[in-house]
């Protein structure tokens, strides 16, 4: 918080270079961009999550019930098999996901505006896990292993309240701001999937009271950096073409040992001001 009121100032000051003087006025304009959100959230994906009520993982107990065990099986050709404890992915990350959002804004001045934006996000998980063999039928000591696939959808929403200085310039202006967030995710979809055959580890229509063990949506703020440029296309439009990275203080239900895990949105605004 010390840094964002460290930026806050520094835009002040700046503004208070400035000699241009124009009227205030309000805009709005829509968004458009990419997020690429910290992997280390994922792993909440790979199966390995306590599956809440039992000392099984997400994956084992999924794969133990009878109905999808016997499937399997049967997919294996009647052989037996078993979840390995190394069967989840330790690399898994979300795969980059669109952005869209609305932005209401003030301008303050030529150089200072302040603005609240509404982005929406839907991310998206593929990876892999393995389950262990026995056939006896093949001659070999090693360990047979056989991948299925992991599937996942998380919705986002973030709320971002925005305070930015934009320099001067005749069309293109650099700008630099700061960020107060608000964020909220839940997950859509989590399947497991083994030759076509899916199997869900996840279901929004549970009767499961959601506890710290149960986490399956949530909610929290942070604050990020906006850096980037003002483009005007004409007398009524203005394009910001922004870098976001952000810190948030959420709760994905894995906890992890590094404070600091930067998550980073590239936005295009279409601005009518």
Known sequence: MKFISLLIG?????????????????????????????????????GSYGQFGTNETQLEYTLNIVQNYTSIRDLLGGIDFQVPYDAYSQ????????????????QISPNLQVSADGNFNKLKVRDVFSIQVFDGGVQTSDNQYRLGSIYAEESRFDARFNIDYVGEGNKAK??????????????????????NYQMSLFSQFTGVPQTDLNIVRG????????IGCEYRINDKIVSQILYQPYQTFVDYGVSFTRKILLQHDFTVRFLWK
């Open 10 to 46: 520094l835009v002040f000051a700046l503004h208070g270079l400035s000699q241009d003087d124009k009227g205030r006025s309000l805009f709005f304009g829509v968004n458009l961009g990419t997020k690429i959100a910290n992997k280390n959230y994922a792993l909440r994906y790979n």
């Open 91 to 106: 690399n898994i990350r979300y795969i980059p996901g669109l952005l869209t959002g609305v932005t209401l804004g003030y």
């Open 174 to 195: 650099f700008m630099i701001g700061a960020s107060g967030i608000y964020n909220f995710w839940r997950i859509d979809q989590h399947l497991a999937i083994f030759e």
């Open 219 to 226: 909610s929290g703020g942070g604050f990020g950096l906006n």
